[in-house]
């Protein structure tokens, strides 16, 4: 579906299960700058409230997986902890053209599609490789949710700008997402 690359190595997921507390806490942080980003994108979008009104209801539900996450880290006895720095997020955004006010919109709702992308397909790795049972079906839920967020964040670049532009510029993305993500996968992060 995401056309990804370079998927991850399953293995990624026994690093994850391994600290549990510092997956939970990353993923609450990530769940927190996805729900800022979607505020940010409304800023630059006033004059189209359809895309508006989705923007709020993606920061709500990515609020509301913050939570989520907040309360199995409550559950668990853990701490929330600071958040925490994304490198792979903060390499991703390197790639962002800093042209026109169409470009650029269109590159941050291609960079939001991108990092759903990943989410989701790190979501699916651990669902399918994980043995806490609790934590399958959760980030079942939350891989169609993020899912939902890829295809939305994609429908609004290409309604935002030239279609056949906005595919070829997609394509960039995953070429370049897949150089970034080939030296993630080693830590008990999200991203990581």
């Not at 939970?24 to 729900?35: F, P, S, V």
């Not at 800023?43 to 923007?55: G, K, M, R």
């Not at 989701?120 to 899912?147: G, H, P």
């Not at 309604?159 to 993630?184: M, T």
């Amino acid at each position: 579906m995401f056309k990804l690359k370079l998927p991850t190595d399953p293995r990624w997921a026994n690093i994850a299960e391994g600290n549990l507390s510092e997956i939970l806490t990353d993923h609450a942080w990530c769940e927190q700058k996805a729900a800022t980003n979607s505020i940010t994108l409304i800023t630059l979008l006033p004059e189209y409230p359809e895309i508006v009104s989705e923007l709020l209801k993606i920061a709500q539900e990515e609020l509301d997986h913050f939570n989520q996450v907040h309360e199995i880290i409550k559950a668990r006895g853990y701490d929330l902890g600071r958040p925490r720095k994304d490198d792979y997020v903060n390499d991703l955004a390197k790639f962002m053209i800093q042209g026109s006010r169409e470009d650029l919109i269109i590159d941050k709702m291609l960079f939001a599609a991108m990092i759903e992308a990943r989410s989701c397909e790190r979501f699916k790795v651990l669902t399918e490789n994980i043995k806490d049972e609790e934590l399958k079906v959760f980030y079942r839920e939350l891989m169609i949710s993020e899912a939902g967020h890829y295809t939305t964040f994609i429908g609004f670049a290409r309604q935002l700008g030239n279609e056949e532009k906005v595919n070829r510029r997609w394509e960039q993305w995953l070429e370049y997402e897949a150089q970034v993500i080939s030296s993630y996968g080693k830590r008990e992060t999200i991203h990581g």
